[in-house]
């Protein structure tokens, strides 16, 4: 971690960068109490916030400031900082989605998947074990639940040899999709092509590492 009076690294404030993008900087539309709007605010601004800061110095209040809620919501919703950290480092909801077709088209689903993700999260679901800037014990944490929620749980699924070894392999291939996907945007090919597009380029690589062949 650089100090206060350190200038940031070009490698660390291009990771700050992708961060503050990958978290969600933008709010979502309409009134932030709303019953799934607020939800997903808080979560945006808490992954942003857990993930550039280390856990003691985040707070309830600014992260309620950074999503347009009272204070008083975020209790409500989730309980405790402890609470809304966990859900925050939780990747099963996204690996439910990811996984949550037959193995013969799985990689074309997890391109798919993950644009869908992307747009709906207004954020990439997996990119912050790669970036996060916190200290090493949310940084070992957050890493440790990516393997267990994501690698961990392909590598129970794939048939055949290697299993582990591929299913790392997929989670690589996942994480690269997306960091091209947001170091590429607004104006790049992938920003303005079709995700079906982007599945009939990606998807077959990952399917190979799916299949095993």
Same mark, same amino acid.
Request: proline letters at 6%; aromatic letters at 4%.
């Given at each position: 971690?650089? #100090? /206060?009076?350190?200038? /940031?690294?070009?490698?660390?404030?291009?990771?700050? &960068?992708?961060? &503050?993008?990958?978290?969600?900087?933008?709010?979502?539309?309409?009134?932030?109490? @709303?019953?799934?709007?607020?939800?997903?605010?808080i979560i945006r601004a808490a992954r942003r916030a857990f993930t550039l800061k280390p856990y003691a110095e985040v707070t309830m209040r600014g992260i309620a400031a950074a999503a347009g809620v009272s204070p008083s919501l975020i209790v409500k919703r989730f309980g405790?900082?402890?609470?809304?950290?966990? #859900?925050?480092?939780?990747?099963?909801?996204? /690996? $439910?989605?990811?996984?949550?077709?037959?193995?013969?088209?799985?990689?074309?689903?997890?391109?798919?998947?993950?644009? %869908?993700? &992307?747009?709906?999260?207004?954020? +990439?679901?997996?990119?912050?074990?790669?970036?996060?800037? @916190?200290?090493?014990?949310?940084?070992?944490?957050?890493? /440790?639940?990516?393997?267990?929620?994501?690698? %961990?749980?392909?590598?129970?699924?794939? #048939?055949?040899?290697?299993?582990?070894? &591929?299913?790392?392999?997929? $989670?690589?291939?996942?994480? @690269?999709?997306?960091?091209?996907?947001?170091?590429?945007?607004? +104006?790049?090919?992938?920003?303005?092509?079709?995700?079906?597009?982007?599945?009939?380029?990606?998807?077959? @690589?990952?399917?190979?590492?799916? +299949?095993?062949?």
């Amino acid at each position: 971690m650089n #100090t /206060a009076d350190e200038p /940031a690294s070009p490698a660390t404030a291009d990771a700050e &960068r992708t961060v &503050r993008r990958e978290a969600g900087e933008s709010r979502a539309g309409g009134g932030p109490e @709303g019953s799934e709007t607020g939800r997903d605010a808080i979560i945006r601004a808490a992954r942003r916030a857990f993930t550039l800061k280390p856990y003691a110095e985040v707070t309830m209040r600014g992260i309620a400031a950074a999503a347009g809620v009272s204070p008083s919501l975020i209790v409500k919703r989730f309980g405790t900082k402890e609470a809304l950290f966990n #859900t925050v480092v939780d990747f099963r909801p996204a /690996a $439910a989605e990811l996984f949550g077709a037959p193995l013969p088209g799985l990689g074309r689903h997890l391109v798919l998947t993950m644009v %869908d993700l &992307r747009d709906r999260l207004r954020g +990439d679901p997996l990119l912050r074990v790669v970036f996060s800037l @916190g200290f090493e014990d949310e940084r070992t944490l957050l890493r /440790a639940r990516f393997r267990e929620q994501i690698t %961990d749980h392909l590598a129970g699924v794939l #048939t055949g040899p290697d299993a582990r070894l &591929r299913a790392e392999l997929i $989670a690589g291939q996942l994480l @690269g999709l997306g960091a091209t996907l947001s170091l590429h945007r607004p +104006d790049g090919a992938t920003a303005h092509t079709t995700a079906e597009r982007l599945a009939d380029l990606y998807g077959p @690589g990952i399917q190979r590492l799916v +299949d095993g062949s």
